[in-house]
């Protein structure tokens, strides 16, 4: 037995010098502000938030600091800092999509982290309805690029104690860039109405998000006079869905609403609709089915002029038409090399900056400072307009794009309101 | 009473159950493996799914390699031009994973034989992870679209029977009165399934090789005292079991037309619970077993809620096993003392 | 009992575990390498300790195959997280909960066991492994109990007269808790081992046939593994969700957790209470510290370091 010891303290010893040998650059620590963002980096939101964290960076870049150092000395108020990015993952291989725990590790690395004064995230809402409370008990802002889901921001959308349960110090730390769903799930049902559909059948795949958005759907087709045939939870983790299509034809639905991502199964149900004959049937999804992993899920074949989605804000090619975005489509494109492909680009680059702003608002390393600074964000210079944060921390802007299949891509196809509410 | 019999709308429950038996039928061909191979060694193989996962990617790469997976091609492609490579899929696919599952066997497993029953359990889950960590490596952690190739080589005509429909397959019993939808990839499913399940049974029955399994799977010493090459028999065993599962790949390829590296889980663990639930190690048990789960998740979704199916399909399997021990067609042995 | 010759490992391992919170520095030098805190890590491990030790009993002892340990494990998080969270009126707080968690999964435990026992080894292993995903289902669908996909939180952390409470946010608190109760379990099963039942059980494990020849009502005995360890595992599913605040998914419960737990068994030894947490150190302690650890440390220090200024070299 005692030999054991020595091949322990070897491979021990070698561990050790792995990770001693390459010094860090020493800085003192009170100097480092740390600025993490919490992502699903694997699984097929992936395409995505790549585009996302480019969109982080390209902020961080324009800032002068370069996120692929671990740290860029940039002046704040009276003193000089080094500024870090972190790029956490909040998905798992295994799970292929965010899970929980991995999202409550990162929240509470972040808040662990003396440095972090920033998280931005997340992009699903599920995952911020676990992380928010701890966040909110550190004092550390958050600021989401992705989050629709009403209920985490506004009182009277979701559960009786929503918000509430979130802000644990009854101080608002989280604020999100995109407009909620409580725009999206009717803009949905109106422009279904439009299309001249009258009877409709509403899937969600029983995640926070896509519940939140197909009821919100839901309430709102039945005001405006849609016939809602039925309503149905799906498993994200099935194989096949022809027998709840077969169902779904059987009362002939003119259009199927899907509450849910590209990651819980909305190309295999846009296939099996077709499969189960239902081809003269529409299917619409909210912002998460929006990305090109969508289409390569589906097969564009499958998808051609049947499919819709709705999304907070506006397509790449839209935003190239007004003078900030085509600034900052022009700026991506020399960064990168390349158009920004997926809606979110934009988003995670007004969340770097809001960061940035908030940061040298407060010009002192200080969570609260930070936090009180960002959240009273106003008459902020965005890409897409001027805009606040109101009182819940939702951005006052509204705008609200419509797209569907065309030649196996997503086109643009109208910008959407809410006339009754 | 006759007025619930009445209104009872039996266009759905037909067209419910035919969507039953398809799916059923796809995770009976996965089923066989399972319970072949159980039969013989007594292991559940928990990598038989993820080997059905990677027959998919094969076959979707197949498919690629003769340019039927770029947008649009498919439309105005003659049908012959599709079934050559559909064909070739039929045979390369069951080829590489039955040698696939031999491999695994002879590395994995067999030194492992006389070690306690966990070990090689243990072993299968550590290569189904493998598996499907290839899979995610090969194919991404998106799910792929595998391209329509059923729809393209037998398309729906339109009412007046001129037009082409295209990306929609045919269906059978259009011209009947009857509403229902039967289309060409159910009858390509179960067209495939009974003459394998036949054939497979005809194996064991009657062959040599055949009977040797069987006495394999009564007694391995015994079988051996007998001059039977035990070590061969079960490397046919997963050779068999792996073909059965490569051809469940081409079929699922062709009928749900979508490929992931996490499909090999739910579909191995229906498959595994059809194998169970018909009394593992029993053939017509196997098919039995993946016909009860498709239909209870088909009916299920039809008349208690799309969302209860997965946990229906588990109940149902508890309550069968507590009221028929051994599964629906297993028969009871005694004890060995 | 006679003295063993060669050091006494899982002293040796308790005594390093219960010092090293102790030294803050040494958990300080730790987070500078690494961006990670020992202190917040390593209950995970302690409480995946407690849950293998609760599936030792079935598995090890009695050789159930048991699939469904993770169902077990959820069920006490969301019985801890239905009394505990404001949304509810009980708000009975961690040690209330931990015993109502305590009971109520042993007697989920019983309701699944009594007709199911009787099957053989395979046919049960699928029982549980089907139960599990009843479980998780159902979880997930009576989304008005248990809060469905978003789970439950604020749970709130546990509190001890006369320890003022930041002792607990802290995590150091919560540390030497989680190290307690996995010692209890151990000393327990130790206990239970050497006892009249734990024989009985190892009697069943070796030959279940010769065991009822010798008088031992199998049924019984099987039945009281089972829901011992199902018991167990709902203790340590309210210390998990109490450890993280929330009951966090369905999904958090599901198979893949089951095999985890199950691998951990098995590279350990079966039957053997330090060869079980042996294996979880290597494979939780590799899965859940070190990996994470090694990709810090691969993308922070080796990358830029090492390969960059390599390829920078090679001009690539």
């Not at chain 1, 949905?188 to 519940?211: C, P, S």
């Not at chain 1, 936090?371 to 606040?388: C, E, H, M, P, Y």
């Not at chain 2, 070590?231 to 792996?242: A, H, N």
């Not at chain 2, 297993?330 to 004890?335: A, F, I, K, M, N």
């Amino acid at each position: 037995m005692p030999i054991r010891i020595l091949p322990t303290i070897a491979i021990l010893t070698i561990l050790t010098a792995f990770f001693a040998v390459p010094e860090p650059p020493s800085t003192a620590d009170a100097d480092i502000i740390t600025i993490v963002s919490s992502l699903p980096r694997t699984g097929s939101a992936k395409g995505q938030t790549d585009t996302i964290v480019e969109g982080i960076q390209l902020a961080l870049f324009q800032a002068d600091i370069d996120p692929s150092l671990p740290g860029t000395q940039v002046r704040v108020g009276e003193k000089v800092y080094t500024i870090r990015y972190d790029d956490l993952d909040d998905a798992t291989a295994a799970a292929g999509a965010w899970t929980a725990e991995q999202e409550i590790s990162n929240a509470q690395r972040a808040v662990h982290d003396p440095n972090v004064m920033a998280y931005i995230g997340t992009y699903n809402s599920g995952a911020a309805a676990v992380s928010m409370a701890i966040l909110n008990r550190a004092k550390i802002l958050m600021v989401s690029p992705a989050n629709t889901s009403p209920g985490l921001t506004k009182p009277n959308t979701g559960a009786r104690d929503e918000p509430k349960r979130y802000r644990p110090t009854g101080e608002i730390n989280y604020v999100r860039v995109v407009a909620t769903d409580d725009l999206q799930g009717p803009a949905g049902a109106e422009w279904a109405r439009d299309m001249g559909a009258r009877k409709v059948y509403i899937l969600d795949d029983n995640d926070v998000y896509g519940k939140g958005v197909a009821d919100l759907f839901e309430v709102h087709a039945r005001k405006i006079g849609l016939h809602v045939l039925g309503r149905e939870s799906i498993d994200p983790k099935a194989q096949e869905f022809g027998a709840l299509m077969t169902k779904i034809r059987q009362q002939g639905a003119e259009l199927i609403y899907f509450g849910g991502t590209t990651q819980s199964k909305a190309g295999q149900l846009a296939k099996d609709m077709v499969k189960a004959g239902l081809t003269d049937c529409k299917m619409m999804g909210p912002d998460g089915t929006y990305e090109q992993a969508m289409i390569a899920s589906a097969g564009a074949d499958t998808l051609e002029n049947r499919f819709y989605a709705t999304f907070c804000g506006l397509t790449p090619e839209e935003l190239a038409k007004t003078p900030r975005g085509r600034d900052f489509v022009q700026d991506y494109r020399k960064q990168y090399g390349r158009e920004p492909q997926e809606a979110y680009t934009l988003y995670g680059y007004e969340c770097a900056r809001v960061v940035l702003e908030a940061i040298r608002i407060a010009g002192v390393k200080d969570r609260v400072a930070i936090r009180d600074a960002g959240r009273s964000l106003k008459n902020f210079q965005g890409v897409t307009g001027i805009w606040s944060f109101d009182a819940n921390g939702d951005t006052t802007l509204k705008d609200l794009s419509g797209v569907v299949v065309r030649g196996g891509k997503f086109v643009f196809s109208k910008t959407l309101t809410v006339s009754e509410n | 009473m006759l007025v619930m019999w009445a209104a009872f709308d039996w266009t759905n429950f037909g067209q419910q159950t035919i969507n039953g038996l398809t799916i059923g039928a796809l995770i009976a061909l996965i089923a066989l493996g399972y319970t072949m191979v159980y039969g013989i060694v007594e292991l559940i193989n928990f990598a038989h799914g993820d080997l059905f996962m990677l027959g998919c990617f094969l076959a979707l790469s197949l498919v690629s390699v003769f340019g039927l997976n770029e947008a649009g091609v498919l439309a105005t492609m003659p049908w012959w031009r599709i079934l050559g490579p559909v064909l070739l899929c039929f045979l390369v696919i069951p080829l590489f994973c039955a040698g696939l599952n031999l491999a695994v066997d002879r590395v994995v497993y067999k030194p492992l034989r006389n070690a306690p029953k966990l070990a090689p359990l243990v072993s299968a889950i550590g290569v189904s992870f493998i598996f499907m960590n290839i899979g995610l490596f090969w194919g991404g952690a998106q799910d792929v679209n595998f391209p329509d190739l059923v729809a393209a080589a037998w398309p729906e005509k339109s009412a007046d029977g001129e037009r082409i429909q295209t990306g929609i397959v045919r269906n059978l019993l259009a011209d009947s009165d009857t509403g229902l939808r039967f289309t060409v990839k159910d009858a390509m499913v179960i067209g495939v399934t009974v003459p394998l399940m036949l054939a497979l049974s005809l194996f064991v029955s009657f062959t040599k090789t055949g009977k040797a399994m069987r006495a394999t799977a009564q007694n391995p010493v015994a079988a051996q005292l007998m001059g039977i090459n035990v070590d061969w028999v079960i490397g046919v065993t997963f050779l068999i079991g792996g073909a059965m599962a490569g051809f469940g790949s081409v079929m699922y390829a062709l009928t749900l037309n979508t490929v992931g590296y996490q499909m090999g889980f739910q579909n191995g663990l229906y498959a595994f619970t059809a194998a169970v639930l018909g009394g593992i190690g029993n053939i017509y048990g196997a098919v039995l077993g993946g016909i009860v789960i498709g239909l209870v998740r088909s009916l299920g979704s039809e008349y208690v809620g799309e969302t209860w199916t997965s946990a229906l399909v588990f109940a149902v399997l508890i309550v069968i096993l507590v009221f028929r021990p051994s599964g629906l067609l297993g028969s009871r042995t005694p004890e060995k003392v | 009992m006679a003295q063993p010759k060669y050091p006494n490992w899982p002293m040796a391992f308790l005594i390093a575990f219960a010092v090293f919170p102790l030294v803050p520095a040494l958990d300080e030098w730790f987070f500078t390498f690494t961006n990670r805190s020992l202190v917040q890590q390593v209950p995970g491990m302690f409480i995946f300790g407690i849950l293998t030790l609760a599936l030792n009993a079935a598995v090890g002892y009695v050789g159930i195959l048991h699939l469904g340990i993770a169902a077990f494990f959820g069920i006490g998080a969301y019985i801890t997280g239905i009394l505990t969270v404001p949304a509810y009126p009980f708000e009975i707080g961690f040690w209330c909960a931990l015993i109502v968690a305590t009971l109520g999964t042993a007697a989920f435990g019983g309701v699944i066991g009594i007709p199911t026992l009787r099957l053989r080894g395979d046919y049960l292993a699928l029982v549980t492994l089907g139960f599990a995903e009843v479980v998780k289902f159902s979880i997930q669908n009576l989304d008005a109990i248990t809060g469905g996909p978003r789970g439950m939180n604020p749970i709130p952390p546990p509190e001890i007269i006369g320890l003022p409470e930041p002792l607990f946010v802290d995590s150091i608190g919560f540390y030497f808790l989680t190290l307690a109760f996995l010692v209890a379990a151990y000393l327990l099963l130790a206990r239970i081992e050497r006892s009249r039942l734990g024989r009985a059980w190892v009697a069943i494990r070796e030959d279940e046939l010769a065991a009822s020849c010798m008088g031992l009502n199998v049924g019984r005995l099987k039945l009281a593994a089972f829901v011992f360890a199902a018991g167990l595992a709902g203790a340590a599913g309210c210390l998990y969700a109490t450890s993280i605040g929330s009951t966090a998914d369905p999904n958090a419960y599901g198979f893949n957790k089951s095999v985890l737990v199950l691998c951990c068994l098995i590279l350990g030894g079966l039957g053997s209470r330090n060869g079980a947490l042996f294996g979880v150190f290597c494979l939780y302690g590799f899965d859940q510290i070190l990996s994470p650890i090694i990709d810090v440390g691969f993308n922070n220090k080796f990358l830029p370091t090492v390969i960059t200024p390599w390829l920078a070299r090679h001009d690539c």
